[in-house]
């Protein structure tokens, strides 16, 4: 089989961001909150929990840029196949998120293009960095990640069975990939990096929560 030549693998990844961030690529798997019933909740509810799936959407498209940067500038063809998985199990999480954020009637972030754009280079200079390094920026974003999912799930009507439901399964998945970077040799990040990388999250929540 003829080699992907430089053309071909930019048009690829400009087809992967256009999917990410406007949600044209289907879901491989059934979203877990089909399993549940739809609540009785209030409008302030309904509300809440479209804004904090909007948040979740959005950095499923940071998730989807930034694996993608670093598979692209990894030069490790295993350690490109396991980022590439990755991205594959965060496309269902794109996917679910933007079927939820429809049936609660609200809208995704208008950013998501400044967002991916973002999240794209810096993947591009972790893969750049080394393998170690790699698996180390991959294991704290997931890591805090899941901190952040934990935070919504606090937030949401327990009555939202449908919404709480997709966010378990997210964070259990994204320990799930932050464990496998650790087991293939993750280095952890000097913490000057992790606060700046908090500090990133933190203002594209907060911002994504309302646009």
Known sequence: MRASSPIDRLISEFDRGL???FGV???R???PAGKHAE???????RRRAAALMRVNHCGEVCAQALYQGQALASRNPSLKAELE????EESDHLAWSAQRIAELGGRRSVLNPLWY???FAIGCVAGRLGDDWNLG????TEKQVERHLEGHLDRLSPKDS???ALIETMRNEEAGHASKAKLLGARELPLPARVAMKLAAKVMTTVSYRL
């Open 19 to 21: 999917r990410a961030v």
């Open 162 to 164: 449908k919404t709480r």
């Open 137 to 140: 920026f991959l294991a704290e």
């Open 85 to 88: 998985q990755a991205a594959r």
């Open 25 to 27: 690529a289907p879901a």
């Open 29 to 31: 798997r059934p979203t």
């Open 39 to 45: 609540a009785d909740l209030t409008g302030f509810e």
């Open 117 to 119: 754009a973002g999240s």
